[in-house]
């Protein structure tokens, strides 16, 4: 799988847009983003995967370079609860049941 | 659906005691997983199953055994623990199933927090 280069850590005023970066410049053909949080001491939850097309949902957007080699996963209105650990992950195409590689991610602060 | 749960939330260990890590999901999800997470690090892969019957080795099995019996329950085993084994531990699941449409998405529990002594 391809490795990711996220900030350690970001601030973010609450109301405002948290704009996280990945850079996954060795990403491959068959390989997707995937996007999780982790806030403290539970599990790791899923916000957002994309191939090639920029993707919304309702609780983020994710918008990937036309070269596919970075990434940025965007919450509109940042809240507090939003304050985590946010892990770019890359591995191939959904449906092979591969394992998800974690690097240290993104630690998100959202401040009053 | 109660999702993935796992049993206990808590354990203390003594060095060389033997115990398992429960975890069990209703989703009927073919893939199974088991994560150990070191203060300040990411997840990392100990062993995982694609499916009854079926096991595999992840990152860092060392010490510890699966088995995957039924397709709900995936059980983590420590032989004999060792104080590198404090840490907290998640098991996941997903539907994986071939094809383009499927998502793949992974659902976590809410983790084990093993020490060992």
């Known amino acids: 799988d391809a490795k990711t280069t996220q900030p350690p850590s970001m601030d973010c005023a609450e109301g405002r847009a948290a704009n996280l970066p990945c850079n996954h410049s060795?990403?491959?053909?068959?390989?997707?983003v995937y996007w999780y949080r982790q806030i403290h001491s539970q599990g790791p939850q899923y916000i957002i995967h994309g191939l090639k097309n920029n993707e919304t949902n309702e609780m983020a957007s994710l918008i990937i370079t036309e070269d596919r080699k970075s990434s940025t996963l965007i919450l509109p209105h940042a809240t507090l609860r939003d304050t985590a650990v946010y892990y770019c992950i890359v591995r191939p195409r959904a449906g092979t049941a591969s394992k998800l590689t974690f690097g240290t991610g993104t630690r998100l602060q959202v401040t009053l | 659906n109660a999702g993935v749960t796992q049993t206990p939330k808590f354990q203390v260990l003594k060095t060389g005691q033997s115990m398992t890590l429960q975890c069990a999901q209703d989703?009927?999800?073919?893939?199974m997983s088991w994560y150990r997470q070191d203060p300040g690090m990411g997840l990392r892969l100990i062993h995982y199953?694609?499916?009854?019957?079926?096991?595999d080795q992840g990152e860092v099995p060392n010490g510890y055994n699966v088995s995957r019996s039924t397709t709900e329950d995936f059980p983590l085993r420590l032989l004999s623990a060792a104080p590198s084994q404090t840490s907290v531990y998640f098991c996941?699941?997903?539907?994986?199933?071939?094809?383009?449409?499927?998502?793949?998405?992974?659902?976590f529990g809410p983790g084990t927090r093993l020490t060992v002594l």
């Open positions: 060795t990403i491959s053909g068959n390989e997707y």
């Open positions: 996941a699941s997903s539907y994986s199933k071939g094809g383009r449409t499927s998502t793949d998405t992974q659902y």
């Open positions: 989703m009927n999800h073919e893939y």
């Open positions: 199953s694609v499916g009854a019957g079926i096991t």
